[in-house]
């Protein structure tokens, strides 16, 4: 079984186990109105007044003057993002990280050792809330997909199984947009054809999905089946790291898209350093508001692991791809791919890079340690 662990309303819960006078306030984390910043994260109760991720702060306020923003504090969420997998850790070494708090744990091969998957994913969310003093919501199910919808179907403090007799019924009544491949506009072709709900989707045959949708068809058909084979794949084992954001609202904002890429760097180069390996091959992901999508690489001399060189060359794809007020973007993503070992690649040709390496494993300590991270580079936390 598979054990999907997604954080509720992750940034907003941090801070507010950080300030508890903010508790069953409407609070959000983002940029600044008055810097056209989007929302990050908004806890319930600011979703009680309609306020959503990626809405624009200015927005955000009208729908509920009250609302209490804070600024992102991105090295604090990538500290309790490290506690939390180390939680997930203890139970199983195959976690593939989706983002800073939600993870894929295949638990098969510990099931002996720790029980069920379901006991493990409830010692799990224990463990989270008594050392972390924040919720997690879990989706057990026979696969990635199932999983992953059961862990948010219940939001928050979720905890849904769903056995592999299940699966059915549970994907049976849900609407086809949950359906991973499954965009705006599919969902509406879908819909002319008369197929709102996985039944009537499934009610189809392959063939006439793939007529009409080619391979994609063929890939949702398997899908609202509840068949998914794909494993969790581990950081150990991957040949790539990499973490992407889709956005609730496209963002056509330059700065908003470069402080979100930034953030995405960070994580990535410090789940490199976690795994030990430095990457040749930098990568971004562009979707835009039409699900085209785009990916822009460059390869570099050498392998590093270092936040700031990655930072830089992804800002450079993104700039070089760029054209303002002509993109309108719903999904961007940071991969580094071309490992090799650290220790074979110590740079010792330039001084800035060893600095830059010290300065790495310095603040990835002080995330470690410390309550408050001290140490953040590059761009101000207006995302
Ligand atoms: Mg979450």
């Not at 940029?31 to 910043?37: P, Y």
């Not at 179907?153 to 849900?174: M, S």
């Not at 091959?281 to 590093?304: A, G, V």
Request: aromatic residues 8%.
């Amino acid at each position: 079984m598979i054990i999907h662990l997604d954080m509720d309303a992750f940034f907003a819960s941090v801070e507010m186990r950080e300030r508890p006078e903010l508790a069953d306030l409407p609070v959000v984390v983002g940029g600044s109105a008055a810097g056209r910043g989007v929302v990050a994260a908004a806890s319930y109760e600011a979703r009680k007044f309609g306020v959503f991720s990626a809405m624009p702060m200015a927005k955000a306020l009208k729908q509920c003057p009250k609302l209490i923003c804070l600024p992102v504090n991105m090295p604090l969420y990538i500290e309790v993002s490290q506690q939390i997998h180390e939680i997930f850790y203890r139970y199983t070494p195959e976690i593939e990280p989706l983002s800073l708090d939600e993870a894929f744990l295949d638990v098969t091969a510990s099931e002996k050792l720790f029980g069920s998957a379901a006991e493990v994913a409830k010692k799990i969310k224990t463990d989270i809330k008594n050392e972390c003093q924040l919720i997690a919501s879990a989706g057990i199910a026979p696969n990635k997909f199932v999983a992953k919808i059961a862990s948010d179907i219940d939001k928050p403090n979720g905890f849904v199984i769903v056995e592999q007799n299940e699966v059915q019924d549970f994907l049976d009544p849900l609407p086809i947009k949950r359906i991973w491949g499954v965009g705006k506009k599919t969902e509406q072709q879908l819909h002319e054809y008369g197929i709102n709900t996985v039944y009537e989707l499934r009610n189809k045959t392959s063939d006439w999905l793939i007529q009409r949708f080619g391979k994609l068809g063929d890939h949702i058909f398997r899908l609202a089946n509840g068949q998914d084979k794909r494993e969790v794949v581990s950081d150990a084992k991957a040949k790539s790291i990499s973490s992407e954001t889709t956005f609730a609202t496209d963002i056509r904002d330059k700065e908003v898209l470069l402080a979100i890429l930034s953030q995405l760097s960070e994580q990535v180069a410090s789940r490199l350093r976690v795994k030990d390996v430095k990457g040749k091959t930098i990568s971004i992901k562009i979707r835009f508001h039409d699900f085209k999508t785009i990916t822009r690489s460059k390869t570099l001399f050498e392998n590093s692991s270092q936040t700031m060189l990655i930072w830089q060359v992804v800002k450079q794809l993104f700039l070089d791809t760029w054209q303002e007020g002509k993109m309108s973007i719903r999904l961007v993503g940071v991969s580094v791919s071309g490992f090799s070992k650290s220790e074979s690649l110590q740079s010792e040709l330039f001084e800035q890079d060893t600095k830059q390496d010290t300065l790495d494993v310095l603040s990835d300590k002080i995330n470690q340690r410390f309550g408050k991270a001290k140490i953040h580079r590059g761009r101000k936390n207006n995302g």
